[in-house]
């Protein structure tokens, strides 16, 4: 996992909600939940286009909230997933 892919996943998770609320501006590790930024439904959103845009397929033990906490821990659950893929095991 290196800085630039997780930097790149955090601005594509950050134009996905740029889309949703143009005025949405987060930082990488700004609560995306307890801010407001997020709710249910928009994070059931969110893991659909991670799974179309990253290859990956996020279990029920995935759905952690914490998992989705931040930009950068998105970035991270993603690497590790597709870690996972790669190493056969996802």
């Known amino acids: 996992m290196t800085d630039v892919e ?14 949703h609320d143009p005025t949405v ?3 990488a590790d700004d ?3 307890t801010s407001g930024l997020v709710n249910s439904l928009l994070v ?13 397929r996020f279990g029920v033990a995935d759905l952690d ?3 989705f906490a931040s930009m950068r821990r998105i970035a991270r659950t993603v690497l590790e997933k597709q870690a ?6 996802g």
């Not at 997780?6 to 889309?19: D, K, N, P, S």
């Open 25 to 27: 501006r987060p930082d």
């Open 65 to 67: 909230l914490g998992n």
């Open 6 to 19: 997780e930097e790149a996943i955090c601005q594509a998770v950050g134009a996905f909600l740029a889309r």
């Open 84 to 89: 996972a893929v790669r190493a056969g095991h």
């Open 44 to 56: 059931v959103e969110l893991i659909a286009f991670l799974e179309g845009r990253y290859a990956i």
């Open 31 to 33: 609560e995306l939940f």
